[in-house]
């Protein structure tokens, strides 16, 4: 634990962030005293901007009173991402059963690399909800 309290990293694409992963984000932040949204790249994804403006569109929707969160663009591993940052935990949402067998095995590695993972399941109302249909109705 870091002399600031129990800090957490909420990693993602975020393409773009959507209505789950700020129910995600909003639960994360009253588990622990920091939690940083990690705007990551991800080499099997293209996404249509910049990990930098999409940090940028997931600052300019998070409410002004959750002074706890913060933004961060990153490339690179997580996991580094939190040893040099003093970061406690990783923090996945997952919506079903195949995003679990997908997370365990991200957490598996971060787990071997000193970073444990805590997992938050997706409100029922909101587990159908992806970057990916999001963004399919927002050009269909």
């Excluded at 940052?85 to 997952?94: A, C, F, N, T």
């Excluded at 365990?104 to 990916?132: D, K, W, Y």
């Amino acid at each position: 634990m870091s002399d600031s309290g129990v800090r957490a990293v909420y990693p993602g694409s975020f393409d773009p962030f959507t209505e789950g992963h700020l129910d995600v984000l909003n639960r994360a932040r009253h588990l622990f005293d920091d939690v940083v949204v990690l705007v990551a790249v991800n080499s099997s994804k293209h996404p249509d901007t910049d990990e930098e403006q999409r940090a940028a569109a997931v600052r300019a929707v998070l409410p002004v009173e959750w002074t706890s969160v913060t933004v961060a663009a990153w490339r690179g591993l997580t996991a580094t991402y939190c040893r040099r940052h003093g970061v406690d935990v990783i923090i996945r949402g997952v919506r079903n059963t195949t995003d679990l067998q997908l997370e365990h095995r991200l957490a598996a590695m971060n787990q071997s690399l000193g970073v444990p993972t805590v997992f938050l399941p997706a409100q029922p109302g909101l587990a159908a909800v992806s970057s990916t249909v999001v963004r399919e109705a927002r050009s269909g």
